[in-house]
């Protein structure tokens, strides 16, 4: 959320950021949102004014009754009785006016970095830099549900059953290699000087609307039943939710964390062939990092944290690329995105392993969260990124690690979390 102080001194820097976002159904609700802002302030004005008279005219009163003067004191408690009146309709009023202008300032986009390449989607993100050389074995890679099934390592059909499409089973080798990336995972960020942490998995709606946009959260979001809790579809909502309405030490930041949860969203939308299996379900787990961090320290960060995922991957020798998202494809919050993209020599192409994003102080500013320091008072930064996400990870990996004869080899990082195995084998 922007301030509206900017929007006001620069509403054509906002419309142009909008027009740069390829959202000019928008444009109109700069105007609308500094009009209604405008009698909001006129209306707290006069609130103003009226209560600063209420003292005045009270002192005025005892001084007409004391000289006498009862007819002049009826007429004044009268003008007292009408300004309570008015009092009241304005308070209604300006919560009313300030509700509306909260609602419009939720929708009107973050102002991107200017280094932000312009683009109407993610057909137009631009590829910033490879990390390894992709490897396309001599022999035929089967899809990767056919790869675990071989290793009797998933059954669909039962999580179909129980629970319908979007679920799996893990078994045996598969399911252990899974919880073996997530520990490896946290070792890894743990070992970089992040705080390890376990975060609640259910936020509350003012959380849900702090951390995300309403189209993100109507699109993702599971809600639970007569309750103000949402399910997270990532511990990234409940990670900066942890510092609401906190006032920071300037001297106590960065804040750096690394958290493992699972994850649930509804995934609207229809997915092709590639899309099946589990590259895009229900639910999920992860292992994520976030910063909370001083405004000009979050470029340092944003840098930091894309490369950390960058190099979990590489020391698993999968072949990975940084995609830097263009305008259209950056959701309203963020100023700034990078993907990584991780090789599926299957289908000889990258795809999204993991997701980099600096949120500026939107999500700050929409969760009060403050620092405080030798200049006063200003709003923290906020970023987050994917360290890793199986099991959609596991495709690359299966994929990377597959031999002729269906086996998988286990890279020597990982061997400590897999009882000192080498290889699954069918």
């Not at 059909?157 to 073996?180: C, K, P, Q, T, W």
Request: proline share 5%; charged share 30%; with cysteine.
């Amino acid at each position: 959320m922007l301030d509206l102080k900017f929007v006001r001194e620069n509403p054509d820097i906002v419309k142009e950021n909008i027009r740069k976002k390829f959202q000019d159904t928008k444009l109109p609700l700069v105007d609308e949102v500094i009009d209604l802002d405008a009698q909001r302030r006129a209306a707290q004005q006069e609130a103003d004014n009226l209560r600063a008279s209420r003292k005045k005219i009270s002192k005025q009163i005892g001084a007409l009754m004391a000289q006498g003067k009862k007819e002049e004191a009826e007429e004044v408690k009268a003008q007292v009785t009408r300004n309570a009146e008015r009092l009241a309709e304005l308070e209604v009023l300006e919560g009313d006016l300030a509700e509306k202008v909260k609602k419009i300032m939720m929708t009107i986009p973050n102002i991107i970095d200017p280094s932000v390449p312009i683009g109407k989607d993610d057909s137009e993100n631009v590829e910033v830099q490879k990390y390894g050389e992709p490897i396309v074995p001599d022999f035929e890679i089967p899809y990767h549900t056919d790869i675990m099934e071989k290793l009797h390592g998933i059954d669909l059909e039962s999580a179909r059953r129980v629970a319908g499409n979007g679920f799996y089973y893990l078994m045996g080798d598969i399911a252990r290699l899974h919880s073996a990336v997530i520990a490896y995972a946290r070792d890894f960020m743990i070992d970089r000087g992040f705080t390890y942490c376990v975060p609640p998995f259910m936020i509350r709606s003012n959380v849900v609307t702090g951390v995300m946009s309403f189209a993100e959260m109507d699109a993702m979001m599971y809600k639970i039943e007569g309750e103000d809790l949402y399910l997270i579809g990532t511990s990234e909502h409940s990670m900066i939710g942890k510092f609401i309405d906190n006032v920071l030490q300037e001297d106590s930041l960065p804040r750096t964390l690394t958290s493992y949860s699972p994850c649930f969203r509804k995934e609207k939308g229809a997915h092709g062939i590639e899309e099946s299996g589990v590259y895009r379900i229900h639910q999920f787990e992860k292992q994520e990092m976030i910063v909370v961090c001083k405004p000009e320290d979050s470029p340092m960060w944003f840098d930091k944290l894309w490369q950390n995922t960058v190099d979990l991957f590489r020391s698993l020798d999968i072949p990975v690329r940084t995609l830097e998202c263009c305008s259209g494809d950056l959701a309203d919050l963020k100023v700034k995105s990078v993907d990584v993209e991780a090789c599926s020599p299957r289908q000889q192409k990258y795809f999204e392993v993991g997701s980099c994003s600096n949120l500026g102080d939107a999500q700050a500013r929409r969760l009060r969260i403050r620092v405080v320091g030798e200049g006063g008072k200003y709003f923290a930064h906020t970023l987050n990124n994917t360290v890793v996400a199986p099991p959609r990870m596991l495709i690359a990996f299966l994929e990377n690690n597959l031999n002729e004869d269906g086996s998988v080899n286990i890279p020597e990082v990982l061997r400590p979390y897999m009882g000192g195995k080498e290889v699954i084998r069918p």
